[in-house]
């Protein structure tokens, strides 16, 4: 089976817009064994995009579209896929209702806009939306079964998880069985976690190990393919184990899972509270622990001290700052050892650093960032020892803020693992 | 005149890479008049490429294709389009030179498989590669002009700059001129912005308006084409001020323009200080504030108040948790009003809501949040006033304290510009 990818939108004809959809639908197909023609990109023109309708049904067992389901005159998809199937719209009360609904929940009238959400081509099928008013349309044409999402990058991804993929299992190859997992690791550049996986890459092995590099996350994916699912699964597991060995401690989790989510769950496994103190990240770091659902369990809260006097507010000794400047080892020391004192955490974690564009200098250039920690025993009512570790960090302000609060939370990973901070801890945004 | 734009690789097929240069091209020929029909991606397939430049050049009189110029076995498109022209390829002496000289300069020797990047369809024109080794080609077929360029983004845009686009502006003069713009308005739902647009986003308007939503943002993105570059910018203007006095104070901004970026330009034109208390959103109110370079000029800093403790520290009485709730209007208020005072802020915001997906319950659901302000005018010693909103935010955790946070900018940016709050601020996270 073969597909076509088409997505609908003036802004993305005009390159206001980077169409990012087609690349997520053609990886998940092809998680399935089912291979992608082409992508097509069309304007908002009812005309434009029936002819690119009927040209991949023709060419195609198999026609994903995203975009143009909206409430406003330029959404025209659903116009163009009745045109191309030769029939009219018709009102599907359901959802009439469910938009409704959705509204209801929100305590707003429907606008008499949305009405149009709730039409479909005649002998197609709507396809329920969880995120948002446009529900989807499943169709047939030219022997080809074509699948119609809203634009909207998470309400594709939603509603492409939920009902669409679950209905194409059914296509998929079934000569061989695929597994895929990803491993994922922080603090080791592209190029050196390459390296320790020699011979693992090979482009001729099965399974096949590949990396990807994504916000200083390298994340390593195994692809696995036998005959068998016995073997396919005893396979994959083997070189994931194989991989974990060769990576150590710069490995977090599996799959989906963040660092902060592993960092929230050994907190939670030994009873321990933990505090943060942060400075060029603004909030960053604890905006990224608090992602985890069920992170007040481990989470006290922290202190913005983005100027002086919150950081002397904070318990630090303005004579400190003086002396050794705000970016440094003493300053994010005092920064952690504060903010634990402070709200009797068993853990702190501070950050100063900067972000740049402007505010760096010979000395401390755009990059420069300490991370600072103060621990105890969980319960200990002993005083806190600290540690610290500068980063020299490049790429632009949002890179070197996020690799910053990243680097604070493994560093705190590795701490309660035991292992030495400077091996592993990241130094460059980009490797 | 108008173009297609095609990117070939086996990588973009599959979803592996997204293709960027398709949006970048098209943006360029857009300021040149040039309008794209549409875009397309093929995977390294001689014969599929053959196709879709048979076809590109069948409907538009300008085809620009990136990719699969390469050395290596699976670079077609040179060959692909040598079979669309019916011609065979021939070697260019002068591009043999110009690859060799190219690896010299990095001292290595030219491989035997470069020299394949130095072939064309006869009757075609080699373009020089500044960048890396493989040439581009000019061609026509079927009346349209044909330009490949590579596909490594760098070594597109320097060769679309150096030689593409100089020949393009030929085209240009006599033509039509399209000029785009986007308004950025944050706090009504994408129908309601339709609904105050009526009229203005008729399909057959020019300029043509249209509305495309992201994390809670409705952009408003206007296209303007005349024949002549005073009259498309006058047209682009006066309808850019249309659709400004139908958003009002929903309008934060142009182009990439943030709501966070419009609120540190507010404060610091007035000069005031903000601070932030924050608990469901765990620091990304600062997180937000501080992602503009500068920010230091307005923002003091803040307190991650994830913890009834770490409220408690801040000034907020057990008592009033205790009797209204944590997620209530009082906390909301105090909360906003202990962090101005602590600091000596002239505004500061707080945020106090459930974020779920766990913590919901019949009278206070997941989405239920509230957002508070307390301040007073800019050196004032007077005391602080304090208002608060309540939202109902839809939508996943990540979506809600998305939605909070901003709404918690925008109500402060109301706040500067005297406008009342309850008018405006989001209670949706999507519609």
Same mark, same amino acid.
């Given at each position: 089976?073969?597909?076509?990818?088409?997505?609908?939108?003036?802004?993305?004809?005009?390159?206001?817009?980077?169409?990012?959809?087609?690349?997520?639908?053609?990886?998940?197909?092809?998680?399935?064994?089912?291979?992608?023609?082409?992508?097509?990109?069309?304007?908002?023109?009812?005309?434009?995009?029936?002819?690119?309708?009927?040209?991949?049904?023709?060419?195609?067992?198999?026609?994903?579209?995203?975009?143009?389901?909206?409430?406003?005159?330029?959404?025209?998809?659903?116009?163009?896929?009745?045109?191309?199937?030769?029939?009219?719209?018709?009102?599907?009360?359901?959802?009439?209702?469910?938009?409704?609904?959705?509204?209801?929940?929100?305590?707003?009238?429907?606008?008499?806009?949305?009405?149009?959400?709730?039409?479909?081509?005649?002998?197609?099928?709507?396809?329920?939306?969880?995120?948002?008013?446009?529900?989807?349309?499943?169709?047939?044409?030219?022997?080809?079964?074509?699948?119609?999402?809203?634009?909207?990058?998470?309400?594709?991804?939603?509603?492409?998880?939920?009902?669409?993929?679950?209905?194409?299992?059914?296509?998929?190859?079934?000569?061989?069985?695929?597994?895929?997992?990803?491993?994922?690791?922080?603090?080791?550049?592209?190029?050196?976690?390459?390296?320790?996986?020699?011979?693992?890459?090979?482009?001729?092995?099965?399974?096949?190990?590949?990396?990807?590099?994504?916000?200083?996350?390298?994340?390593?994916?195994?692809?696995?393919?036998?005959?068998?699912?016995?073997?396919?699964?005893?396979?994959?597991?083997?070189?994931?184990?194989?991989?974990?060995?060769?990576?150590?401690? &710069?490995?977090?989790? +599996?799959?989906?899972?963040?660092?902060? /989510?592993? *960092?929230?769950?050994? @907190? =939670?496994?030994?009873?321990?509270?933990?505090?943060?103190?942060?400075?060029?990240?603004?909030?960053?770091?604890?905006?990224?622990?608090?992602?985890?659902?069920?992170?007040?369990?481990?989470?006290?809260?922290?202190?913005?001290?983005?100027?002086?006097?919150?950081?002397?507010?904070?318990?630090?000794?303005?004579?400190?700052?003086?002396?050794?400047?705000?970016?440094?080892?003493?300053?994010?020391?005092?920064?952690?050892?504060?903010?634990?004192?402070?709200?009797?955490?068993?853990?702190?974690?501070?950050?100063?650093?900067?972000?740049?564009?402007?505010?760096?200098?010979?000395?401390?250039?755009?990059?420069?960032?300490?991370?600072?920690?103060?621990?105890?025993?969980?319960?200990?009512?002993?005083?806190?020892?600290?540690?610290?570790?500068?980063?020299?960090?490049?790429?632009?302000?949002? &890179?070197?803020?996020? +690799?910053?609060?990243?680097?604070?939370? /493994?560093? *705190?990973?590795?701490? @309660? =693992?035991?292992?030495?901070?400077?091996?592993?801890?990241?130094?460059?945004?980009?490797?």
């Amino acid at each position: 089976m073969h597909a076509v990818i088409l997505s609908i939108g003036d802004e993305l004809v005009l390159g206001q817009t980077v169409d990012t959809n087609s690349a997520f639908l053609s990886a998940e197909l092809a998680t399935l064994g089912i291979g992608t023609l082409y992508h097509q990109t069309v304007a908002d023109d009812q005309l434009a995009i029936a002819t690119a309708i009927r040209q991949a049904s023709s060419s195609a067992q198999l026609v994903l579209i995203s975009g143009g389901l909206g409430p406003t005159d330029d959404d025209l998809t659903r116009q163009a896929l009745a045109e191309a199937m030769g029939v009219d719209l018709v009102r599907d009360e359901a959802s009439i209702e469910a938009i409704k609904a959705m509204f209801d929940r929100i305590g707003r009238p429907m606008s008499k806009r949305n009405e149009i959400q709730a039409m479909h081509p005649r002998s197609s099928q709507m396809i329920s939306n969880d995120c948002g008013t446009a529900p989807g349309i499943c169709a047939e044409l030219n022997g080809a079964v074509i699948y119609v999402a809203p634009g909207v990058p998470h309400e594709l991804f939603a509603m492409f998880e939920k009902s669409i993929l679950p209905q194409l299992q059914q296509y998929k190859a079934s000569r061989h069985v695929i597994l895929t997992a990803k491993v994922n690791t922080f603090g080791l550049g592209e190029s050196h976690v390459a390296q320790k996986l020699e011979g693992l890459t090979d482009r001729d092995r099965n399974p096949l190990v590949g990396t990807t590099v994504s916000e200083g996350i390298v994340a390593v994916r195994v692809r696995s393919e036998f005959a068998d699912r016995a073997t396919t699964q005893q396979q994959l597991d083997r070189t994931i184990e194989q991989v974990q060995q060769r990576l150590g401690a &710069a490995v977090f989790g +599996r799959e989906d899972e963040t660092i902060q /989510q592993s *960092l929230v769950e050994m @907190l =939670r496994q030994r009873g321990m509270k933990v505090a943060t103190a942060e400075s060029c990240t603004g909030g960053l770091l604890g905006e990224m622990i608090t992602q985890v659902s069920g992170s007040s369990d481990v989470y006290i809260g922290g202190w913005v001290t983005y100027s002086n006097e919150m950081k002397e507010a904070l318990g630090v000794a303005a004579a400190l700052i003086e002396r050794h400047g705000v970016v440094s080892q003493p300053v994010v020391e005092s920064m952690a050892s504060c903010a634990a004192l402070r709200c009797g955490a068993d853990a702190a974690l501070a950050i100063t650093g900067v972000a740049g564009p402007q505010g760096g200098s010979v000395d401390k250039p755009v990059g420069t960032v300490w991370v600072g920690l103060a621990y105890r025993n969980a319960g200990e009512q002993a005083e806190y020892k600290t540690e610290s570790l500068l980063l020299k960090l490049t790429g632009n302000r949002r &890179a070197i803020r996020d +690799r910053a609060a990243k680097s604070a939370v /493994q560093m *705190l990973r590795l701490r @309660l =693992r035991g292992e030495p901070n400077r091996r592993i801890v990241i130094r460059q945004a980009h490797v």
